[in-house]
């Protein structure tokens, strides 16, 4: 038999797991529509006639969607199902935290370790010169396109 503060304990711990499995979908095709640009009404369009912008507002204010509804969500905004389905706000906020450090350290040591490996004099003087040889020949271009049209206005 399981003493009393351990009971507790794992209860807590179930609680804990079954609040970790709660994923608004709703939200999470709120979340994809905004990053990937797209309007409640051009989500609706892609949806169909029988879809406007207020029952787009309503799905997603909704926990869970039903699956079929739910694909079909999910090509219209181009992602997988099971990205909507498992998307965790907290879980993804977590990792960026966790990976993240010191933004202002990492940035003057990367500042400090570039190193540029072209001159930009040189391309300059390249670009130049690409636009002297392209101007030499639309010069000679018009060169002989003058040349054709005398011989032209001769011969009549």
Same mark, same amino acid.
């Given at each position: 038999m399981i003493p009393a503060p351990?009971?507790?304990?794992?209860?807590?711990?179930?609680?804990?797991?079954?609040?970790?499995?709660?994923?608004?979908?709703?939200?999470?095709?709120?979340?994809?529509?905004?990053?990937?640009?797209i309007k409640q009404e051009a989500l609706a369009f892609e949806l169909g006639d029988d879809w406007s912008q207020k029952k787009i507002s309503l799905?997603?204010?909704?926990?869970t969607i039903e699956p079929d509804l739910l694909e079909q969500i999910a090509r219209a905004l181009k992602v997988p199902k099971e990205a909507i389905e498992n998307f965790d706000e907290k879980k993804a906020i977590n990792i960026?935290?966790?990976?993240?450090h010191d933004f202002k350290d990492n940035a003057i040591a990367s500042a400090m370790n570039y190193q540029c490996n072209f001159n930009p004099l040189e391309k300059l003087i390249e670009a130049m #010169?690409? &636009?002297?040889? %392209?101007?030499?020949?639309?010069?000679?271009?018009?060169? #002989?396109? &003058?040349?054709? %049209?005398?011989?032209?206005?001769?011969?009549?």
């Open positions: 351990q009971i507790l304990y794992l209860g807590c711990i179930n609680a804990i797991s079954m609040q970790d499995k709660t994923i608004h979908q709703g939200r999470n095709v709120k979340r994809f529509r905004e990053m990937l640009g799905l997603e204010a909704r926990e960026i935290s966790n990976t993240f #010169e690409e &636009n002297k040889q %392209l101007y030499e020949r639309l010069l000679q271009a018009e060169r #002989e396109k &003058n040349e054709l %049209l005398q011989r032209m206005v001769g011969m009549q």
